[in-house]
């Protein structure tokens, strides 16, 4: 079992800024990827950034990259989201997710992440 817990959400103005956390606990932080997902209302679950469990590669959504940055510290158990130049339409809950499986690169397909944490709120307002 894994467990894991986001914080950093918040509200925000158009341009500005937000680093996300998500604490894991239960295994070895290190044998897994993880990634970032969001949802905003009324939409479908979303992938954002996924990093394999090394560090090693990084992998973004589009409508993120240039403006997001995915990071782990495997010392800490902590997975972040730095979120730069923020705009209305990045307005979602957004939540941090475990792939278990490490034979392939992290994968950008929801329902293949094996645990979830509960989500933090980020609004941004123009």
């Known amino acids: 079992q894994v467990q894991l817990v986001e914080s950093g959400g918040g509200l925000v103005q158009a341009g500005g800024s937000l680093r996300l956390s998500c604490i894991a606990s239960g295994r070895t932080f290190s044998n897994y990827h993880m990634g970032w997902f969001r949802q905003a209302p009324g939409k479908e679950r979303e992938f954002v950034a996924a990093?394999?469990?090394?560090?090693?590669?990084?992998y973004y959504a589009d409508s993120v990259k240039g403006r997001f940055t995915i990071s782990r510290d495997n010392a800490k158990n902590t997975l972040y989201l730095q979120m730069n130049s923020l705009k209305p339409e990045d307005t979602a809950v957004y939540y941090c997710?475990?792939?278990?499986?490490?034979?392939?690169?992290?994968?950008?397909?929801?329902?293949?992440?094996?645990?979830w944490g509960q989500g933090t709120q980020v609004t941004v307002f123009s």
């Open positions: 990093i394999r469990r090394s560090s090693s590669d990084t």
């Open positions: 997710a475990a792939d278990m499986d490490i034979r392939t690169i992290p994968t950008r397909v929801p329902s293949r992440y094996d645990y």
